[in-house]
């Protein structure tokens, strides 16, 4: 159930609840909707009153704490209460400071008993992003690469479309989907106006593009403008004229200068926690590649490589030298998989999900 929120409950996190009486009989589920309305719970007890099944006795099974704090909604762990839930058992503890124990404290004071535990690794990991924001206050940081086996992203030329398969192009846009933001530098806005939107799968919502572009260069008829969709771009160096016209495209213009006149890749991945970005999901060329792994800010590699060799051309991320072999960035396989023709690698940064 928690599941099925994937790509829609965002910045909420995915939740999935089951009512089961005692006798075992499942009596209502539900997952958390968009942002703003039902959470799990209420849409199970909703589900339950559908089919005219009576919850009092029963128990709750959830994938995170029912929540205690008036936020967008009202609190799940009085509606729990409410309606007589005998026991709840829950993956694990809400990581967000508002909640963080409270909700098992108020269910445990009103003579429920709580289970925590079952499933807490599954249920951490599907939420990710939001479990960064809430500890370490900026987003889950996921880069994308496609490349030839020999690591070519792009000939010489500059062409690229397409190294890789169709069916991996879809399934990087499926991981495009689960992300709250889309990140990309005016590298590839200029080369390419690409419109970084999910196509190629069905979702109920397009995640928010961010540009890192320095000195204002985004064309106001860029691709990336898509009505209904948000657009963040972080810049180093003034140009009022050309901020207000990127604002009214409706875009919003952050100014966040580091000494050397570029942007601040740390700063921004902070201003982005603070707008409710869980994953960020990072398409963008080698030179931003490079700054961002240079400054250790990326906790993710989604990488598909194609069954082909394509010599000298541009590669994947650019940075270094490196002086020795230690150096290196060190990463932990999670997956790899066949998608179509091509390999999918999920490598993580070592220690990176460690808080």
Same mark, same amino acid.
């Given at each position: ?14 939740? =999935?609840?089951?009512?089961?009486? *005692?006798?075992?009989? !499942?009596?209502?589920? @539900? &997952?958390?909707? /968009? %942002? ?24 709750a099974y959830l994938t995170l704490e029912p929540c205690s704090h008036h936020g967008r909604t009202g609190p799940c762990c009085d509606a729990l209460i409410a309606a007589g839930i005998k ?70 030329? =500059?062409?690229?479309?397409?190294? *890789?398969?169709?069916? !991996?192009?879809?399934? @990087? &846009?499926?991981? /495009? %989907? ?178």
């Open positions: 159930m928690a599941q099925s929120a994937l790509n829609l409950s965002q910045p909420n996190p995915r939740v =999935g609840c089951i009512l089961v009486s *005692t006798q075992g009989i !499942a009596l209502g589920k @539900g &997952h958390t909707q /968009r %942002a703003g309305d039902p959470h799990a719970e209420i849409m199970a007890l909703r589900d339950a009153a559908a089919r005219g099944h009576p919850v009092v006795g029963a128990t026991k709840v058992v829950a993956s694990i503890a809400d990581p967000n400071p508002l909640v963080s124990g409270q909700g098992f404290a108020r269910l445990r004071a009103a003579g429920i008993e709580v289970e925590v535990g079952p499933g807490a690794a599954e249920s951490r990991e599907l939420n990710i992003g939001f479990f960064s924001r809430m500890i370490r206050k900026t987003p889950w940081v996921r880069m994308k690469m496609a490349a030839s086996l020999d690591g070519t992203t792009a000939l010489a030329n =500059g062409q690229s479309q397409w190294i *890789t398969s169709p069916e !991996a192009r879809a399934d @990087g &846009h499926a991981w /495009r %989907a689960r992300a709250c933001a889309v990140l990309t530098g005016i590298g590839t806005v200029l080369e390419d106006n690409p419109r970084l939107d999910v196509r190629e799968v069905a979702t109920p919502r397009q995640p928010h593009i961010v540009v890192v572009d320095s000195r204002l260069q985004t064309p106001l008829d860029a691709h990336l403008f898509i009505a209904g969709r948000a657009c963040i771009i972080y810049a180093a160096v003034p140009n009022e004229a050309k901020k207000a016209a990127l604002e009214a495209r409706g875009a919003t213009v952050v100014m966040l200068p580091d000494v050397n006149g570029k942007v601040d890749l740390a700063a921004m991945m902070k201003d982005l926690g603070t707008r409710e970005i869980n994953e960020l999901h990072v398409e963008a060329g080698s030179k931003l590649n490079g700054s961002l792994i240079r400054a250790g800010l990326v906790d993710e590699f989604l990488l598909y490589l194609a069954p082909k060799l394509l010599g000298t051309g541009q590669g994947m991320a650019s940075f270094g030298p490196l002086q020795a072999l230690s150096d290196a960035v060190e990463l932990q396989f999670q997956s790899t998989e066949r998608v179509g023709a091509d390999l999918r690698i999920v490598a993580r940064a070592t220690g990176r999900d460690q808080f």
